[in-house]
Nanobody, 124 residues
């Protein structure tokens, strides 16, 4: 069983910054990629940023250099530094771990996992 625990969301004024953190725990042997997605009310979940084990990154078009994703591979942590936040960034932000390899009772398994979500609200 793999658990993802997010922290760092909250309320911030327009132009402010927040840093999200996500920790993956369980009998993990490797994680291919970790990332962040967001979902605003009435909208589909969209990619914010992902980072692979080799530190290759991908960002959503709307990020425009405002956000930075980083990863502590040894401790299965991923961070999202968000600067110049705007009201349109208001959403629930979800952490995702992709192709997580675990070993349970001597058996290897692989799967994707999501965190519970962290609310980010940006006031104008």
């Amino acid at each position: 069983q793999v658990h993802l625990v997010e922290s760092g969301g909250g309320l911030v004024q327009s132009g402010g910054s927040l840093r999200l953190s996500c920790a993956a725990s369980g009998f993990i042997t490797s994680i291919y990629a970790m990332g962040w997605y967001r979902q605003a009310p009435g909208q589909q979940r969209q990619l914010v940023a992902t980072i692979t084990a080799r530190r290759s990154t991908k960002y959503g078009d709307f990020v425009k250099g405002r956000f930075t994703i980083s990863r502590d591979g040894a401790n299965n942590l991923v961070y999202l530094q968000m600067n110049s936040l705007q009201p349109e960034d208001t959403a629930v932000y979800y952490c995702k771990a992709e192709k997580v390899r675990t070993i349970v009772d001597g058996n290897f398994r692989s799967g994707d996992y999501w965190g519970q979500g962290s609310q980010v609200t940006v006031s104008s």
